[in-house]
């Protein structure tokens, strides 16, 4: 989309959380109205995928390949996970996991993190987790360096219209926005072995044990 002269970086959104109540679930659709006047930004959800499988024809479900499709068309991903047991959710495990199956829409693309959680942590240890499974061989994401957005106390952190109430969130959340944005034009330079990493991620089989 064009605004003024300018095109507007497309983003998508996943929501980490396939609860029907999510509080990443409303700080993305934040994100999608803070700065609408930035970007163009589209929520995506995982909670109607199947449990992965393996299967003898390396396919994946359609719904999957929308998926795959939607990322690999974008400029960038944001990420918003909740914290399970100290790490990622298995629906966001398992939403990777299709996207890493034959189709690889993250290789190289730039994918900003952020979490919600209702303790006092804000999800820092799925989020650090999440970075190292973005890294695998079939991802190869380019995640955000040295830059996390942790919403601690996630159940209180609304307002009725789903506003964040606390200003300096809001204004971390404003800088490292506009980092992602530097981060998305830096990386489109960044492509130096864009064919090879392909090329590495489309030959790479995990069953031929390399
Ligand atoms: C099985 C289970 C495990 C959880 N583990 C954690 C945890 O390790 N750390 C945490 O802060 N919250 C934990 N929670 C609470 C919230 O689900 C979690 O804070 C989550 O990030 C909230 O995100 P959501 O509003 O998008 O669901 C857990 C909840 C469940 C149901």
Do not use: C
């Amino acid at each position: 989309m064009f605004k003024g002269d300018f095109q507007m970086n497309k983003f998508i959104a996943i929501v980490g959380s396939n609860a029907d109540k999510s509080t990443n679930r409303t700080l993305l659709q934040f994100i999608k109205r803070h700065f609408a006047d930035q970007a163009e930004i589209e929520l995506v959800e995982i909670k109607d995928l199947p449990v992965f499988a393996k299967n003898s024809e390396r396919t994946i479900p359609l719904y999957a390949t929308q998926l795959a499709n939607k990322i690999a068309e974008s400029d960038g991903v944001i990420i918003s996970t909740p914290e399970y047991d100290h790490s990622v959710p298995a629906a966001l495990l398992n939403a990777l996991a299709w996207l890493s199956y034959g189709v690889h829409p993250f290789v190289n693309k730039p994918v900003m993190i952020t979490g919600a959680s209702y303790g006092s942590l804000g999800s820092s240890r799925a989020q650090a987790h999440l970075r190292q499974v973005l890294d695998s061989p079939e991802l190869m994401a380019r995640v955000m360096p040295s830059s996390e957005y942790l919403l601690g106390h996630s159940l209180e952190a609304f307002d009725d219209e789903g506003n964040l109430k606390d200003p300096e969130k809001v204004k971390l959340l404003e800088g490292l926005f506009a980092d992602f944005e530097a981060f998305v034009r830096i990386t489109a330079q960044l492509n130096n072995t864009q064919t090879q990493d392909e090329a590495i991620a489309n030959d790479f089989s995990w069953e031929e044990n390399k």
